[in-house]
């Protein structure tokens, strides 16, 4: 059933006929006459009159439409198997002029002759929307032209499946208070009517699902619709003034609280490595750099750990050290800023307060695998070629290596990378997987993570949807 089926009360009363009269052919009882039946799932709209206009002829539901096509069109019903497949076609959301344009140009449609003014233009558009190669983007350029009247439309659609929903019930009500004597449940004789009021109600069942199937129909129509005005609205942006001015709360006073830091403490006296933590704990939220972190956990070699450490390089306040942790994994953290791993020292891990080039020359352990999470951006292009030689030297064979950094194929995460101050380059995903590769590591693939707001469109490029990216590669047996 679609949404601009209409359930008016003479439709319903046809369904309870359709209803009776299957109960009196079951029963062998003859039916007393009544007005003719007919079938509301396929009917034939005899109104037409021999006026076969375009919009006549798409304008019924797509039931009515098949049967109407198919009748003149070809001047016959359709074949069972051509029904389906042409109601399959409909909602799988095929035109219904590239559905009547093939008929009416097939061969026995040629046959008949029936004349469809506008037809043929119509047709021989959807025709080169179907050409392989350039028919999806010439399909996709027309869509967009038509995205704010295909925006009206959709909200009209939304109100007529509303204007549905309260028809039925309506009409449900008043079948309920007409005929509540057939619905008695109390004991008494059986009556002639039986069947009947046996059918009535199993059309009220009927009734019933079909009001919850289109409330269903109605949220899913609400959520497209908030896609679409999201994609419009990208596409045509707000009337903006001359001058915009925005007075958000403080940064300053969001850091203290959420490091418990008094008013009264001077910020500009504090260490660098100090305001680099109010700074982090504003723009970089534990939790959420914690949760998308978990994403990392099957890449690691678990018969790896359980021999050697896990080496956590610019640990920061160690959100990875601890998911590590709630593995049951030993990791070992490095990193230069002494406040974040104060905390963690604390909290009894194994930290390491060292610059990550000088610890990796000077410590020969080896390690079952390493990340380098957000730290790659912070670094000269010398220093990070550096830092692979050396983890490759650290690294058992098999071991993972995890690099994240933000990714530049983004136009958003772009646009917020220099907020860091310490950020020196965006850093190209292929430039960063030859590097590691290059340096001895296998198996390299690109992990895509950290979905931009969905409003925000990004074109084409499904890459583009992500802030952040992490090659991830192993550390080759030679």
């Not at 089926?5 to 109960?23: D, H, K, V």
């Not at 295909?150 to 549905?164: D, E, I, K, R, Y």
């Not at 772009?414 to 590591?441: K, M, N, Q, V, Y």
Request: glycine share 6%; aromatic share 8%.
């Amino acid at each position: 059933m679609t949404a601009g089926t209409r359930w008016s009360a003479s439709r319903i009363a046809n369904l309870i006929e359709t209803q009776r009269a299957s109960a009196a052919h079951e029963s062998g009882e003859p039916l007393a006459e009544t007005a003719p039946i007919r079938n509301a799932s396929r009917s034939f709209d005899d109104s037409l009159d021999n006026d076969y206009s375009l919009d006549r002829l798409i304008r019924p539901d797509h039931h009515v439409f098949v049967e109407n096509a198919y009748r003149i069109l070809l001047g016959r019903p359709p074949a069972p198997r051509e029904y389906h497949d042409t109601l399959k076609a409909l909602l799988n959301g095929e035109a219904k002029t590239w559905l009547l344009g093939t008929l009416r140009y097939s061969g026995e449609g040629r046959v008949r002759g029936v004349a469809v003014p506008g037809l043929w233009r119509r047709y021989l558009g959807q025709r080169l929307f179907h050409l392989r190669g350039i028919g999806p983007i010439l399909e996709w350029l027309y869509a967009l032209c038509r995205l704010p009247r295909s925006l009206h439309t959709l909200n009209a659609a939304t109100q007529v499946a509303a204007g549905n929903v309260l028809d039925i019930d309506h009409t449900v009500r008043g079948l309920a208070v007409d005929r509540a004597p057939a619905f008695d449940c109390s004991e008494r004789e059986p009556q002639p009517d039986d069947a009947a009021t046996s059918n009535l109600q199993q059309l009220h069942e009927i009734l019933q699902s079909q009001i919850q199937e289109l409330e269903g129909e109605l949220a899913l129509m609400k959520v497209h619709l908030h896609a679409l005005r999201s994609r419009v609205e990208g596409f045509f942006p707000p009337h903006v003034p001359d001058n915009f001015e925005v007075t958000p709360t403080s940064l300053l006073a969001i850091a203290r609280e959420r490091v418990g830091m008094r008013n009264d403490v001077d910020v500009s006296r504090l260490s660098r490595h100090a305001r680099y933590a109010l700074f982090e704990a504003v723009f970089y939220e534990s939790a959420a750099v914690s949760a998308k972190q978990r994403v990392y956990l099957p890449y690691l070699n678990r018969e790896l750990t359980e021999r050697h450490p896990f080496l956590d390089v610019g640990c920061g306040r160690g959100e990875f050290l601890r998911i590590l942790a709630d593995e049951g994994i030993r990791a070992i953290g490095v990193d230069v800023n002494p406040v974040g791993l104060e905390s963690l020292e604390k909290a009894g891990f194994e930290v390491v307060e060292q610059d990550l080039l000088a610890f990796l020359a000077a410590d020969a352990r080896t390690f079952a695998g390493a990340s380098v999470l957000q730290v790659a951006e912070h670094l000269t292009a010398d220093a990070i070629e550096r830092m692979l030689s050396l983890l490759a030297a650290r690294l058992a064979p098999g071991a993972v290596l995890i690099v994240e950094t933000p990714n530049p194929l983004s136009p958003f995460a772009l646009s917020h990378f220099h907020t860091d101050p310490t950020h020196i380059a965006p850093i190209p995903p292929e430039r960063l997987r030859f590097s590691i590769e290059a340096a001895g590591f296998e198996a390299t693939r690109t992990l895509f993570q950290a979905k931009v707001p969905v409003q925000t469109p990004m074109g084409a490029d499904p890459c583009a949807y992500y802030m952040d990216y992490a090659i991830i590669g192993y550390r080759s047996a030679s």
